[in-house]
């Protein structure tokens, strides 16, 4: 009897410790389980930053090539063939150092010139050979006094700016902005004579478009 | 063949298209009172109405003025050129007389869109015709006078 009794509390006494151990290494255990738990939080916190990351470059670079685009316009834009049409004031101007126009020419309520001082009066519709003879297209004019859209005098940044503006342009919307740009026959016709823009018309196109589909980003300067 | 209407008159040519409009005027019509002056469209003297508008007729091609109405000097409607005449022999205005056709072509327009020209506006339509004596400031007087004859 008393035999039987010492070995049950033999029994009870493995039992008790063998508990023990498995709550002691348990307990060991926990604080890896929990630094695992917390390192899988911290790693799909990385993660979700790096996608903000790749967002914000993606649209950065593309900003950037967007102004680059712009830059590229800029100088068709700025250069006389397009600049003379352009002027700050109501007078044309005329050659490659952009002077005034002769004759006291001005813009008009339509922008095709005032009483005998029409711009077709002496622009024909085609360019007339020889020296120092007017060029010529079929509607020749200056922007209406309405919507003058002034490039003279304006940074890349101010003039992008302006063209983002309905009321500069007085264009509805950008692909009509485009429509001029790259449809407009008086555009056009100022690649085909004198001292020559320094893009193509199709290669001008290119940027314009490339810059308002990249996101019309404004230029820093 | 071109066909066209000058001071009323319709007139069927056989000239080249690219002649310009001066010249069928004074050889082809013998209308003389349009000048020749710098050929190049900068001093006015050539100046006529094409379908009312003051062309400068020593560069446009008569192809241009194809089914169109010419008017020279010696057309004009009277209601615009008697008072201009008028205003032009009070004001003692020419001096060699040479670029006055031009002067008054240009001067009837500003007066047919403007019938009370300012000064400015004077400037305005009247400063793309050239005079070599200078009559600028008798020209400016006229075109007033010249304002109030018509009314």
Known sequence: MQKIKTSRHRQLKIVVYLAMSLAFLSALAMPFENDKRVNTGNTAAVAEVKIIDEATMERDQLAEESKAAFNEAYTVFMHPRCLNCHPSGDIPLQGDDSRLHTMNVKRGPDGKGLYAMKCKNCHQDTHVPGNNMPPGHFNWHLPPAKTKMVFEGKSPRQLATSFKDPKFTG??????????????????????????PPLSHPDFVVKVKEWIAKGAAIPDK | MINI????KAYQLAVDPSTPILWVLRDTLGLMGTKFGCGVAQCGACTVHLDGEGIRSCISPVSRAAGKEITTI????????????????????????????GQIMAAAILLRDNPNPTDQDIDDGMSGNLCRCGTYQRIRKAI??????RT
């Open chain 1, 171 to 196: 264009f509805k919307s950008m692909d009509e902005f485009i429509k001029h740009v790259e449809e407009d026959t008086l555009v056009k016709n100022s690649f085909t004579y004198g001292t020559r």
């Open chain 2, 74 to 101: 010696e057309g004009l409607d009277v209601k615009l050129g008697k008072p201009l005449e008028q205003a032009w022999i009070q004001e003692d205005v020419p001096q060699c007389g040479y670029c006055q056709s």
């Open chain 2, 5 to 8: 209407k000058v001071n009323g």
């Open chain 2, 144 to 149: 007033h006078v010249a304002a109030k004859l």
